[in-house]
């Protein structure tokens, strides 16, 4: 064999090396450098073309480097390809701007859905795929490996442990994928300590560290105060609790990020122990720490939660209840959104969240016109896992009501996830909650998708809750008698003013469709007099002064 011609099997690590050599003689020896040098550690490890990671969670981001990275000079720096969760901030636009980015694979851009959707317009943005969190994680294990990760801690002591704390988040997961696979971690902290409280991510693990010039930023998404919480979020609460909840005896479940959400949980205390439901149902759940979850928490409906992340202002609640919360020795949290959305996508009964809009088939999407907002963990829990084999009370009950069963499997006995999205007919700007056709056709024609991006199919779709009741979709024996039952809960949108009312009343009559009438809801007394809290000051004496909101929740 010629000798010269031999395969190189460890061309990643002797490129590695070329960069950390470059890198050596900007910073020189050790893993901590100071910040004024951290665009130019970056010129130093980050070559064109490399798939990058910059760390945009749901809450904490890595702020800094996000900003050293948009000022690195794009004729070194170019074409990156940003393999990340969340477009959070602006500067994670800012790279596409400037040049030093062109492609883009994501899970979430709720805070940038606006201004992504006119760069895939304009032609600064290409994008890969939309992926939920789960999805995208496995990627970065196959087909989009960070060539470097540019990360987030608390603190760092001087070997390079890192301390992740009440945010531990995505950091475990795009850590082990970058360094195994030969990458270039470089990790942001707000401290740099001699004794961590506990060593979240190894020294091995990381190759640099820069002391930030003030701590990072953490975004507070699932905080809601219940004072703009309205009397139809309310009924919309009393109908999934009596209609769903109750109906089928749901104890593991995830609440999706809203003010309809926020509501259930509000409501759990008052409307929901006066239905006789406590201990039936909202045991187990995998979820942020809600502040809107305390006043439940306190009166002992919840046994367990595991969190994707933190949520600022909850850390000595979380630290005082650890019971219910998973907590390490050093008695903060401890989250993980990769394990999260593993128990979201095979432990749980029921997902239920929202939405922007339904099709007339139950397809929903958050990709609306204008918008991107991407669909983070829904689709991975707002699905019937296939691989699922363990049995649960609502599981087994939605499995036997399940209309198509018998075409699809026969007599063989099987579950069903529970997948509810509670839906307002019209939302703001009377912008239709309900429509013919996604805009998602629109969005993948303009972004050269493959297919629409949708968050939730409809074939997974279980049950639809709005202010006009319930559709048991999973009930349904057909397709058109599923539509008949979206146009039934659409109210006087262009889909809802297509039921016919024939129909609608045999929906009613199978069951397939309920109103607040049909479950002895008395409508009048839904309004925000049933909430436990009704503002954020009132959550905080819920926790005995535990919980401290954030300075723009302070109203008082």
Same mark, same amino acid.
């Given at each position: 064999?010629?000798r ?5 099997w ?7 090396a ?15 450098f ?19 990671n ?38 994670h636009l800012?790279?596409f ?26 032609g ?24 470097v ?61 820069? +002391?930030?010039?003030?701590? /990072?930023?953490?975004? *507070?998404?699932? %905080?809601?105060? =219940? $004072?703009?919480?309205?009397d ?13 909840y ?10 999706g ?15 929901g ?6 201990? +039936?149902?909202?045991?187990? /759940?995998?979820?942020? *720490?809600?502040p %809107?979850?305390? =006043? $439940? ?8 939660i ?39 996508h095979y432990?749980?009964d ?19 016109a ?24 609502a ?7 399940y ?16 997948v509810?999205?509670?839906q ?15 805009d ?9 998708m ?12 279980t ?6 009741g ?8 057909s397709?058109?008698e599923?539509?008949?039952a ?5 109210g ?20 397939i ?15 925000r ?7 954020m ?20």
């Amino acid at each position: 064999m010629d000798r010269e011609k031999e395969q190189v099997w460890d061309s990643l690590r002797i490129d590695t090396a070329e960069r950390m050599n470059t890198a050596r003689k900007i910073i020189g020896e050790g893993k901590i450098f100071p910040a004024d040098k951290t665009v130019a550690l970056l010129e130093a490890v980050i070559k064109p073309g490399d798939k990058v990671n910059l760390e945009g969670n749901n809450q904490k981001q890595a702020d800094f480097l996000a900003d050293c990275l948009c000022k690195v000079d794009p004729a070194k720096i170019h074409d990156l390809h940003m393999v990340q969760s969340v477009l959070s901030l602006p500067t994670h636009l800012d790279v596409f701007d400037k040049g030093i980015a062109k492609k883009v694979d994501f899970s979430f851009s709720g805070p940038q859905a606006g201004r992504l959707a006119k760069y895939v317009d304009e032609g600064k943005i290409e994008i890969g795929a939309i992926h939920t969190y789960l999805e995208l994680f496995g990627r970065y294990f196959l087909d989009l490996t960070p060539r470097v990760a540019l990360i987030v801690a608390f603190q760092a002591d001087k070997e390079g442990n890192l301390y992740s704390g009440f945010n531990t988040e995505d950091t475990p997961v795009i850590v082990e994928a970058t360094k195994f696979k030969q990458g270039i971690v470089v990790a942001q902290v707000n401290e740099i300590v001699d004794k961590l409280p506990r060593v979240d991510i190894p020294a091995d693990w990381v190759d640099f560290v820069v +002391k930030s010039p003030k701590p /990072f930023y953490i975004e *507070p998404l699932f %905080t809601r105060d =219940p $004072a703009l919480i309205t009397d139809a979020q309310v009924l919309r609460a009393m109908i999934a609790i009596k209609g769903v909840y109750a109906e089928y005896g749901i104890q593991r479940l995830n609440h999706g990020v809203g003010f309809d959400t926020a509501a259930i949980e509000l409501l759990l205390p008052t409307y929901g122990e006066e239905l006789g439901l406590k201990g +039936k149902i909202c045991s187990y /759940f995998s979820l942020n *720490p809600h502040p %809107t979850m305390i =006043p $439940a928490i306190e009166r002992g409906w919840v046994k367990s939660i595991h969190c994707f992340g933190g949520e600022l202002g909850m850390e000595e609640y979380v630290k005082a209840r650890s019971d219910v919360f998973f907590v390490g020795p050093d008695g903060s949290l401890r989250s993980n959104r990769a394990y999260s959305q593993t128990a979201g996508h095979y432990a749980l009964d029921m997902f239920i969240g929202g939405t922007l809009q339904i099709d007339k088939y139950g397809n929903s999407s958050t990709a609306v016109a204008g918008r991107i907002a991407g669909f983070g963990g829904a689709p991975n829990m707002g699905c019937d896992a296939k691989g699922r084999r363990h049995s649960s009370p609502a599981w087994l009950k939605c499995g036997e009501e399940y209309g198509l069963k018998e075409e699809l499997y026969g007599d063989l006995p099987r579950g069903k996830r529970l997948v509810v999205q509670l839906q307002e007919t019209f939302r703001e700007k009377l912008a239709p909650g309900f429509v013919e056709k996604l805009d998602a056709w629109k969005l993948a024609k303009a972004a050269n998708m493959p297919i629409p991006p949708v968050m939730i199919y409809g074939d997974d779709l279980t049950h639809i809750v709005t202010e006009e009741g319930i559709a048991y979709l999973n009930k349904c024996a057909s397709l058109t008698e599923r539509t008949a039952a979206v146009r039934a809960v659409a109210g006087f949108t262009e889909v809802g003013m297509l039921a016919d009312p024939d129909e609608t009343m045999r929906l009613r009559k199978k069951g397939i469709f309920k109103t607040p009438e049909d479950l002895e809801i008395d409508v009048t007394r839904a309004n925000r007099s049933m909430l436990a809290a009704k503002n954020m000051r009132e959550l905080v004496e819920w926790s005995n002064g535990l919980y401290n909101p954030p300075a723009r929740f302070r109203n008082w």
